[in-house]
């Protein structure tokens, strides 16, 4: 394979898009939805989510033939940002009898299982939903909560070792972790292993706000960590712009799990399209306005991951990206 050339490749897509598998095989494509005279199904939806990621769900009922205001109606619950402020919103949908919850966060899951044990559950994104208590097995779900999956947990130690290739001296790496993920636990348990195989010290740090977060920085400072690796969160999707600052003033080398932080200044993502969760997730609530139970439509896991490099970054950090690295990228941002 050659090389690409970065003097005229400015942004570079991977073709094919982004590929979902199942344990057991992939969700149909539905037919397209049938409105009922007088029936406008209900759909919850709990959690904070950006414009684009709202965009993209409702695309995808779109597609599957549901118009808002005909033959669905939405019900947005967001806690902005405040997780202990899940649990009452959820117990509101419940009383609403929506028809169906989707939760855009692992939090928002948690919070949405703990309300109700019959109305279907349906999570766009979630670490390791068997870890996480939200599902028996990937293959049958087994309970009134089914979705997707990014297996984000295992991606870290590919993470870190990506941090590792571009910037060799690195010998201590700070990891950012919200404590109220539980999929973060079981994340950095992965990134413990990672770096005892590549030979650096972890420096875990908690945060959840922005001056959490900024203390954070400050620490990672004080005990002169090389670089820095931000665990996937919507918290930290909200405060990305804050994050790629202090990452640049620090002259810290970082890897996230989100594009979008990448595509704020940050150095390097790996992971799966979020987006494209989302859009998926209008399937998921197709078929059980349907009938489908939760309990028998087997979570999606990608199997495919999104390498995303920003050029403008690295030479700011005076960073020489390996070429092993860049003709893996997906996407070069210049």
Same mark, same amino acid.
């Given at each position: 394979?050659?090389?690409?050339?970065?003097?005229?490749?400015?942004?570079?897509?991977?073709?094919?898009?982004?590929?979902?598998?199942?344990?057991?095989?992939?969700?149909?494509?539905?037919?397209?939805?049938?409105?009922?005279?007088?029936?406008?199904?209900?759909?919850?939806?709990?959690?904070?989510?950006?414009?684009?990621?709202?965009?993209?769900?409702?695309?995808?009922?779109?597609?599957?033939?549901?118009?808002?205001?005909?033959?669905?109606?939405?019900?947005?619950?967001?806690?902005?940002?405040?997780?202990?402020?899940?649990?009452?919103?959820?117990?509101?949908?419940?009383?609403?009898?929506?028809?169906?919850?989707?939760?855009?966060?692992?939090?928002?899951?948690?919070?949405?299982?703990?309300?109700?044990? &019959?109305?279907?559950?349906?999570? &766009?994104?979630?670490?390791?939903?068997?870890?996480?208590?939200?599902?028996?097995?990937?293959?049958?779900?087994?309970?009134?909560?089914?979705?997707?999956?990014?297996?984000?947990?295992?991606?870290?130690?590919?993470?870190?070792?990506?941090?590792? &290739?571009?910037?060799?001296?690195?010998?201590?790496?700070?990891?950012?972790?919200?404590?109220?993920?539980?999929?973060?636990?079981?994340?950095?348990?992965?990134?413990?292993?990672?770096?005892?195989?590549?030979?650096?010290?972890?420096?875990?740090?908690?945060?959840?706000?922005?001056?959490?977060?900024?203390?954070?920085?400050?620490?990672?400072?004080?005990?002169?960590?090389?670089?820095?690796?931000?665990?996937?969160?919507?918290?930290?999707?909200?405060?990305?712009?804050?994050?790629?600052?202090?990452?640049?003033?620090?002259?810290?080398?970082?890897?996230?799990?989100?594009?979008?932080?990448?595509?704020?200044?940050?150095?390097?993502?790996?992971?799966?399209?979020?987006?494209?969760?989302?859009?998926?997730?209008?399937?998921?609530?197709?078929?059980?306005?349907?009938?489908?139970?939760?309990?028998?439509?087997?979570?999606?896991?990608?199997?495919?991951?999104?390498?995303?490099?920003?050029?403008? &970054?690295?030479?700011?950090?005076?960073?020489?990206?390996?070429?092993?690295?860049?003709?893996?990228?997906?996407?070069?941002?210049?």
């Amino acid at each position: 394979m050659s090389s690409p050339d970065l003097a005229t490749i400015h942004r570079r897509t991977f073709l094919g898009g982004f590929l979902l598998s199942v344990l057991v095989a992939p969700l149909a494509a539905p037919a397209p939805a049938q409105q009922l005279p007088g029936r406008t199904a209900r759909i919850g939806f709990l959690g904070d989510v950006p414009s684009f990621l709202d965009d993209a769900f409702r695309q995808g009922l779109r597609e599957l033939g549901y118009v808002e205001g005909q033959n669905i109606a939405i019900e947005h619950r967001a806690p902005e940002w405040k997780y202990e402020r899940l649990p009452g919103l959820a117990a509101e949908l419940v009383r609403l009898k929506v028809d169906v919850i989707v939760a855009a966060s692992p939090p928002a899951t948690e919070a949405a299982k703990q309300a109700t044990s &019959t109305i279907p559950i349906v999570f &766009t994104v979630s670490g390791d939903p068997v870890a996480e208590g939200f599902v028996a097995s990937l293959a049958r779900p087994g309970g009134n909560l089914t979705g997707l999956a990014t297996i984000s947990p295992e991606l870290v130690g590919k993470q870190l070792e990506m941090l590792k &290739t571009v910037a060799p001296k690195i010998s201590r790496v700070a990891v950012l972790q919200n404590p109220s993920q539980q999929s973060h636990l079981s994340a950095v348990r992965q990134a413990e292993d990672a770096a005892r195989a590549l030979g650096v010290q972890l420096q875990v740090l908690k945060a959840r706000t922005p001056s959490e977060i900024e203390a954070a920085f400050a620490a990672m400072r004080s005990q002169r960590a090389g670089g820095v690796l931000v665990l996937r969160d919507a918290v930290f999707r909200a405060h990305r712009a804050q994050i790629v600052a202090l990452a640049a003033k620090g002259r810290l080398p970082a890897v996230y799990g989100l594009r979008e932080e990448v595509e704020a200044g940050g150095l390097m993502a790996y992971g799966a399209s979020v987006p494209q969760l989302f859009r998926r997730a209008a399937i998921y609530v197709d078929k059980i306005l349907k009938g489908a139970k939760p309990a028998d439509l087997p979570v999606e896991q990608p199997t495919k991951f999104e390498l995303v490099i920003n050029m403008k &970054t690295a030479k700011a950090l005076g960073l020489t990206i390996p070429q092993s690295i860049l003709v893996r990228a997906d996407e070069i941002i210049q």
